[in-house]
């Protein structure tokens, strides 16, 4: 995903990395890429991986002295709540894009927070709430457009209704920040349903952590998500 990303930037922006790095999952201490990054004064610092490496290099970067005016942008894995917990106050200004936010004021958007608190206790849930409740509904929708016979004989039958079930999904809105459509080629135009991401930015870590969203930004089918 990075090094497509990388190609992206380079065609669509003619814009080069002063510097880039592949790390393991594993490493703990991204000191020595972070001070070499440091003297390249840098207008932006991007960081992939998952969210312990996230929240790892957040810390360590501001503690080799990259300044805070440098951009932090991270994967969408930032929107979990372990990576403002791990990073404390490092992660402020941290920025990240994903399909939800508890943030959203939209009035779905609210109700499914109060939803997951109240039956979950778990006060900002994140994307990874919002797209397994949306793939439950997407099925569900799915299952009652597609005519079933539910018989062994008809298995095969039923597999490819339910297919075409959700194939035919055109404008659904739900918790994502735009509408989901499918269609039925095998390519990433069908496959994307959302196109829409949501800019978010953390102003507060810690447990108690807070974030602002900045914009939704649609994609054309074209993009390749």
Same mark, same amino acid.
């Given at each position: =995903?990075?090094?497509?990303?990388?190609?992206?930037?380079?065609?669509t922006?003619?814009?080069?990395?002063?510097?880039?790095?592949?790390?393991?999952?594993?490493?703990?201490?991204?000191?020595?890429?972070?001070?070499?990054?440091?003297s390249?004064?840098?207008?932006?610092?991007?960081?992939?991986g998952?969210?312990?490496?996230?929240?790892?290099? #957040?810390q360590?970067?501001?503690?080799?002295g990259?300044?805070?005016?440098?951009?932090?942008?991270a994967?969408?894995?930032? $929107?979990?709540?372990p990576?403002?917990?791990?990073?404390?106050?490092?992660?402020?200004?941290?920025? =990240?894009?994903?399909?939800? $936010?508890? &943030?959203?004021e939209?009035?779905?958007?609210?109700?499914?927070? &109060?939803?997951?608190q109240?039956?979950? &206790?778990?006060?900002?849930?994140?994307?990874? =709430? $919002?797209?397994a409740?949306?793939?439950a509904?997407?099925?569900?929708?799915?299952?009652k457009?597609a &005519?079933?016979?539910? #018989?062994?004989?008809?298995?095969?039958?039923?597999?490819?209704?339910?297919?075409?079930?959700?194939?035919?999904?055109?404008?659904?809105?739900?918790?994502?920040?735009?509408?989901?459509?499918?269609?039925?080629?095998p390519?990433p135009?069908?496959?994307?349903?959302?196109?829409t991401?949501?800019?978010v930015?953390?102003?507060k870590?810690?447990?108690?952590?807070d974030m602002?969203?900045?914009?939704r930004? $649609?994609?054309e089918?074209? =993009?390749?998500?």
């Amino acid at each position: =995903f990075a090094k497509d990303y990388m190609a992206y930037m380079r065609k669509t922006y003619q814009a080069e990395p002063l510097y880039e790095a592949q790390m393991q999952e594993t490493d703990l201490d991204f000191r020595s890429h972070l001070l070499k990054i440091k003297s390249l004064n840098p207008e932006v610092l991007a960081i992939g991986g998952q969210l312990d490496a996230i929240a790892r290099i #957040t810390q360590q970067a501001l503690e080799v002295g990259i300044p805070t005016r440098v951009r932090r942008v991270a994967a969408s894995a930032a $929107s979990n709540a372990p990576v403002p917990e791990l990073a404390g106050d490092a992660v402020v200004g941290l920025t =990240f894009a994903a399909a939800f $936010s508890c &943030k959203d004021e939209r009035p779905v958007a609210q109700q499914f927070v &109060k939803m997951v608190q109240e039956k979950y &206790k778990v006060r900002c849930p994140d994307h990874d =709430f $919002s797209q397994a409740y949306e793939t439950a509904q997407l099925i569900k929708l799915a299952l009652k457009n597609a &005519k079933l016979e539910l #018989t062994e004989a008809s298995l095969k039958a039923d597999r490819a209704a339910i297919r075409d079930g959700l194939a035919g999904i055109k404008n659904y809105s739900g918790l994502a920040s735009g509408p989901i459509n499918f269609c039925a080629d095998p390519t990433p135009q069908c496959r994307d349903g959302n196109r829409t991401g949501i800019l978010v930015e953390y102003t507060k870590g810690g447990k108690d952590y807070d974030m602002n969203v900045l914009a939704r930004v $649609s994609f054309e089918p074209e =993009f390749g998500l």
